[in-house]
């Protein structure tokens, strides 16, 4: 990304919102509720890897109702999760583009789709981060968007902190390189403007991102999120939420097997269920999105700003940011360490 090219945000005044040229009046969204297994390396991303391909070929099989035009899996379908230092996440780190991403590409090829997935992601231009991305490939192959973390929960786990760099972590540097605009990434694509997201209980964060022409948000979890956050990201912003998380997880597993599993759905800009898994095992979700029709008559949410601009003028946040400029916690606890006596509150 050049940041001139993003230094002004693409966000208008008049309720309205820039937008792509349509695929198709009416797709199929698909989410893909599968495991999320924390299998030994090398061979353990190899199978997950394996199985994730495995699942994109299930999502098409004859007579399983309408074909997916675009595949979501949750935020660690390749790795899996577990208390894993930071060197032992490195390990476990893809590359965008890179040997998993061309795989993927070559199924959303074969057939004709989408697919957007999670991962931790190294990259050459952040040494010494890992990285957590929301990638979406286009059925041409080529990588349509990669939308980093906007920030993790801070303050809320016993002696430890998650280490991965979020956009809040390193938020300086991060606009110095890509621009003002890619903080609130919205992707314009045919099947409409998409935002995608790992963060929970951020209600600000996909209200700007509404304001900005979002249309569509996909957002993943591992081990459970709140329904009534995501439900309630559609309703407020009136767009559609799907939300992905993981299945039971396998019986050799270091965690129970119902480890915050399932619930896995798609909620419509009412809050209403279009479609949800009716189990915690491995689920395909598909529902319909009417995205012309929805266009038609959407416009930015319709907020009413000057009666608490400055409330907001005058909050400071718990954790301020790019605490990992300086410094990346080289494991759980000493992320617990080093944000220890960093908050900003009493």
Request: proline share 6%; charged share 25%.
């Given at each position: ?89 490195e390990r476990r780190c893809i590359e965008i583009p890179g040997e998993e991403t061309e795989l993927i590409s070559a199924k959303a090829r074969e057939h004709g789709c989408h697919i957007a997935f999670g991962a931790y992601v190294r ?16 059925p041409d192959g080529e990588i349509v968007a990669k939308h980093w973390k906007a920030r993790n929960v801070k303050g809320i786990f016993h002696g430890q902190e998650l280490f991965t760099t979020t956009v809040y972590d390193v938020l ?92 896995s759905a798609i909620y419509g800009p009412d809050g209403n269920a279009i479609a949800v898994a009716d189990s915690k095992f491995e689920k395909l979700v598909l529902g319909q999105i009417p995205i012309a029709g929805f266009r038609a ?50």
């Amino acid at each position: 990304m050049n940041p001139a090219e993003n230094a002004a945000l693409t966000q208008r005044a008049d309720g309205c919102y820039a937008t792509a040229p349509l695929a198709k009046d009416v797709w199929t969204l698909g989410v893909v509720q599968s495991r999320v297994h924390p299998t030994p390396e090398p061979a353990g991303m190899k199978a997950n890897l394996d199985h994730m391909l495995h699942l994109i070929d299930n999502s098409f099989h004859i007579g399983f109702g309408y074909r997916p035009d675009l595949l979501l899996f949750h935020e660690f379908p390749i790795s899996g999760w577990d208390h894993w230092t930071k060197a032992e996440v490195e390990r476990r780190c893809i590359e965008i583009p890179g040997e998993e991403t061309e795989l993927i590409s070559a199924k959303a090829r074969e057939h004709g789709c989408h697919i957007a997935f999670g991962a931790y992601v190294r990259d050459p231009d952040w040494p010494g981060h890992v990285l957590s991305i929301t990638t979406l490939i286009g059925p041409d192959g080529e990588i349509v968007a990669k939308h980093w973390k906007a920030r993790n929960v801070k303050g809320i786990f016993h002696g430890q902190e998650l280490f991965t760099t979020t956009v809040y972590d390193v938020l300086d540097e991060y606009v110095e390189k890509y621009g003002r605009d890619a903080v609130v990434p919205v992707a314009r694509t045919p099947l409409g403007n998409i935002s995608m997201s790992s963060t929970q209980l951020e209600p600000e964060l996909f209200r700007a991102a509404a304001i900005k022409g979002a249309e569509v948000f996909l957002r993943t979890a591992s081990g459970s999120f709140s329904e009534i956050d995501v439900r309630a990201s559609a309703l407020h912003n009136r767009v559609y939420c799907a939300i992905v998380n993981n299945s039971v997880l396998a019986a050799e597993s270091p965690f129970f097997e119902d480890t915050g599993a399932g619930g896995s759905a798609i909620y419509g800009p009412d809050g209403n269920a279009i479609a949800v898994a009716d189990s915690k095992f491995e689920k395909l979700v598909l529902g319909q999105i009417p995205i012309a029709g929805f266009r038609a008559r959407n416009r930015q949410p319709d907020i009413h700003w000057d009666l608490y601009r400055d409330v907001f003028d005058g909050y400071r946040s718990r954790f301020e940011p790019n605490l990992y400029t300086p410094y990346q916690p080289v494991s759980l606890k000493d992320a617990g360490e080093y944000l220890k006596d960093r908050s900003r509150w009493a």
